[in-house]
Each structure stands twice: as C-alpha cells, then as structure tokens.
C-alpha cells in the first residue's frame, strides 16, 4: 500500500462499523469526533500495512513510520491519513511514541507468529492495543498515569477478545496470538483453530480468554467513574463494547468459530448506561 492507496473514506467506515466498540460516539461534539477519527484513521493504515498489504510489508511500514514522523515535525506527508492528523497533532499535542509502538507492533507481526505465555502476549498488547488507550486519553488532555493504568487493561480486554473473534483467520494467516502454554494445557491445535465448529477443547480456551477479560475490563468502571464530560462519555462507549463482547462470547458457548461473534447493539448501549451511570458492570 503506497501513499496513493490509502483507504478510501467508506472503506475506514466498513471497518469502523466492524469494531467491538464505537471509534467516534455522535454524540459527541464534532471537532472530539474529527480527532477520534483522523487517529483511527492512521491506526487502521498501520495495521492494514502489517495484515494485508502485498509486497515486503516491513518496509512498508518503515516507509509509513518516516512520513509519520514528517507529520510530528512539521514537514509534509505523503500519506492522506496524516496529513489528516496534522491539525489533531497541533489541537491536542499528541505525541508520536503510541504510533510508534503501533508500528512497532505491526513489524513485530512479521518476525512472530506465537506467543509462548501470556505475559509473552501481554507484551504484544502494550504495542498493539495499550497506545490506543493512550491516544484518547491525550485527546481529551486526560494523561495522568493513573488513568493510563486503568485504560491500559481495557485495551488489553479489547485487544485480546478481537484475538479470541479472529483466532480462525489469524491462524489461516500463519499466526496464533493465544498462548501456547494454554493451548497445550487444554489440547488445542492449529487444527482445532480452523475447524468448522470450535470443538470443547477450544471453548474452553475461549472461555478462559473470556473470563480473563472480563477481569481486565473492570478497570473501565474506575476509569469511567473518574473521567468527566465528553471523555467519560466517549470511554464508556469503548468500555461498553468490551463488555457487549463478553456477552456476545457467552451466547455463542465461546465457540468463534461456527459463526462470527459480534457484539449487539443493546448490548451495548445497556452497558454504556450503566457505567455512565456509575453502577458497574452485572455479574
């Protein structure tokens, strides 16, 4: 993908609709929808290069790295996505590092294809998922570390429910991001991850994902209930999802396999309200 490929509007928008959660809430006040967009924007970019681009994708995005760079420091990039970050860049003094990481994580994607343990795969998530976190939070001049601690496992959450969701394309691709101590504790195979129907083997695996997550996202509640305005709006929503997706694991049997797992919009719309409205998640 060159600078001339960049994804056209509908297509960012097909993906955003296919995320757990929503990117840019309407009700939020435009200009927080703008920024939360143009950020998704480079993200998305970044992991379509690692995933999906043809050719030799780590120089891809080594390319992409230095045009981002160019947009931090006041040059001209080539890549429509960026200059598009341009003025969030200037608004919200964004820092480079997060999509640095990012970047960091999609290279990293073409040297590793398993994990040995889950702090093996943690340590992906902190690339991968924790600069996201991390980039809201700037967006909204909420930076303090606590916070950042708090919204560190709700993106781990996300991050590691999308690999449960994927874990059949993920393996097609010649990647496994589960752990492979818990797939040999529990008797799974790559077999087992591209079969018609998840077998009680992966399930349980699954299940123990789920249950995992689940955990993490309670850091959402404390992170809601101490944000204000539009962000604790906008957190609530991506909290929210993370919990519509746990829902959304247990009605299939945590079985990703014989049909995708999405998450309903009641789901988490109900979710949302409840967090909003400082009461936690149900159990």
Known sequence: MTASQTPAPAL?????????FPVALRVLPAEVRRDLEAVYGVVRVIDDLGDEAPGDRA??????????????????????????LVPTIGRRRLDEQPLRDLIEANLQDQRVSRYESYADLLGY???????????????????????A???????????????????????RRGRIYLPQ????????????????????????????????????????DELVARLRGWARVAVAGYAAGGRATVAAFRRAGCDPLSAPVTPRRRDLAWHALRLLAGRGAAR
């Open 12 to 20: 960012l928008l097909d993906k955003r609709a296919a995320e757990n």
């Open 59 to 84: 120089a891809l995005l080594a390319g992409f790295a230095a045009d981002q760079h160019l947009a931090f420091t006041g040059g001209q990039p080539r890549y429509e996505v960026l200059r598009a």
């Open 125 to 147: 998530c902190r690339l991968s998922a924790v600069p996201i976190g991390r980039l809201v939070l700037a967006i909204f001049d909420r930076p303090e570390p606590e916070l």
């Open 149 to 171: 601690r708090l919204s560190d496992d709700v993106c781990v959450a996300l991050q590691i429910l999308e690999h449960c969701q994927d874990v059949g394309e993920d393996c």
């Open 181 to 220: 101590q818990e797939l040999r504790h529990y008797g799974v195979t790559p077999d087992h991850l591209t079969a018609r129907a998840a077998g009680p083997e992966l399930r349980a695996l699954v299940a123990t994902q789920v249950d995992r997550c689940e955990l993490l996202l309670d850091a959402g």
